[in-house]
């Protein structure tokens, strides 16, 4: 893609990000990262081959691109470490809950600005990413930013930025929802005999093949549902257990809440220090 990527932050994220990205066939060279744990720069070296450092500007102004993945607290000092060296660059956030609002101002204006978030699946390259742009980005920056987040899965762009709390609700925040799933269904397993291993076996690799159905199908999730509840069988009688206790109507509630959460979190975090 000829654009080099400069990522502020070394973590598990930026890490995935890389890896994905060095995977497609991008060279080491036009990657680099700053972080300010040695041990953290020492890793990305001898696992990515990269050139890590613990000085921000330095990556930013040997960069095209600047990937912003440190924590949310430390964003905002960070921003105004680097913000003249960052203006002529695009600026990708990965940082939860801060808004482009936030980051433009920590810039000193800049607007050329992505704001995405994606999910631990990533790790595995098998992520679900929002994305978000200002309309400083040029069309051509989004198809660029579209690949370097499909190093890592599946991107969804959404062109209001609040419905990034909803992607957050879902998305962010799904993989729990999945693995508290399957934390019931391994109990259930194991109060039916079976072995932890087998409990999990039987649990997660069900949860897999489903959600592979489900993805390709473009059918309704309630229509595949409906074709494995037999009239009178046992898939019947364990969906009427779940609606007598109003499984869903929780679920979707539990979801609205947590969208709610990042609405606060971004006002929390967004806040300037007095």
Request: proline content about 4%; aromatic content about 4%; glycine content about 10%.
């Given at each position: 893609m000829?654009?080099?990527i400069?990522f502020l932050?070394g973590?598990?994220?930026?890490?995935?990000?890389?890896?994905?990205?060095?995977?497609?066939?991008?060279?080491?060279?036009?990657?680099?990262?700053?972080?300010?744990?040695?041990?953290?720069?020492?890793?990305?070296?001898?696992?990515?081959?990269?050139?890590a450092?613990?000085?921000?500007?330095?990556?930013?102004?040997?960069?095209?691109?600047?990937v912003?993945?440190?924590?949310?607290?430390?964003?905002?000092?960070?921003?105004?470490?680097?913000?003249?060296?960052?203006?002529?660059r695009?600026?990708?956030s990965?940082?939860?809950?801060?808004?482009?609002?936030?980051?433009?101002?920590?810039?000193?204006?800049?607007?050329r600005i992505?704001?995405?978030?994606?999910?631990?699946?990533?790790?595995?390259?098998?992520?679900?990413?929002?994305?978000?742009?200002?309309?400083?980005v040029?069309?051509?920056?989004r198809?660029?930013?579209?690949?370097l987040?499909?190093?890592?899965?599946?991107?969804?762009?959404?062109?209001?930025?609040?419905?990034?709390?909803?992607?957050?609700?879902?998305?962010?925040?799904?993989?729990?929802?999945?693995?508290?799933?399957?934390?019931?269904?391994?109990?259930?397993?194991?109060?039916?005999?079976?072995?932890?291993?087998?409990?999990?076996?039987?649990?997660?690799e069900?949860?897999?093949?489903?959600?592979?159905?489900?993805?390709?199908?473009?059918?309704?999730?309630?229509?595949?549902?409906?074709r494995?509840?037999?009239?009178?069988?046992?898939?019947?009688r364990?969906?009427?257990?779940?609606?007598?206790?109003?499984?869903?109507?929780?679920?979707?509630?539990?979801?609205?809440?947590?969208?709610?959460?990042?609405?606060?979190?971004?006002?929390?975090?967004?806040r300037?220090?007095?």
């Amino acid at each position: 893609m000829g654009v080099r990527i400069g990522f502020l932050g070394g973590g598990n994220m930026a890490t995935a990000m890389m890896s994905g990205l060095l995977a497609q066939g991008w060279q080491a060279a036009d990657l680099r990262a700053a972080d300010v744990d040695p041990a953290a720069c020492q890793r990305l070296r001898d696992s990515l081959g990269i050139v890590a450092t613990d000085q921000p500007s330095e990556v930013v102004a040997a960069s095209d691109w600047v990937v912003l993945a440190v924590k949310p607290q430390q964003l905002r000092p960070l921003c105004r470490d680097i913000a003249g060296a960052a203006r002529d660059r695009l600026v990708v956030s990965i940082a939860a809950g801060i808004r482009t609002a936030e980051l433009t101002r920590w810039l000193d204006g800049h607007e050329r600005i992505v704001r995405v978030m994606p999910n631990t699946p990533a790790l595995l390259r098998a992520g679900m990413t929002g994305a978000f742009a200002l309309a400083a980005v040029s069309a051509t920056e989004r198809r660029q930013v579209d690949e370097l987040l499909g190093a890592v899965g599946k991107v969804l762009w959404v062109e209001q930025e609040s419905r990034l709390d909803g992607v957050t609700a879902v998305s962010g925040s799904g993989p729990a929802y999945a693995f508290y799933l399957i934390e019931a269904m391994q109990e259930a397993a194991g109060r039916l005999g079976f072995s932890p291993e087998e409990a999990r076996r039987l649990s997660v690799e069900t949860l897999l093949g489903a959600a592979r159905l489900a993805a390709a199908s473009e059918e309704p999730a309630a229509t595949l549902r409906a074709r494995v509840t037999s009239k009178g069988g046992t898939t019947e009688r364990a969906i009427g257990v779940m609606e007598a206790h109003a499984v869903k109507s929780h679920l979707v509630e539990a979801i609205l809440a947590a969208a709610e959460r990042s609405r606060e979190l971004g006002d929390l975090l967004g806040r300037d220090e007095p």
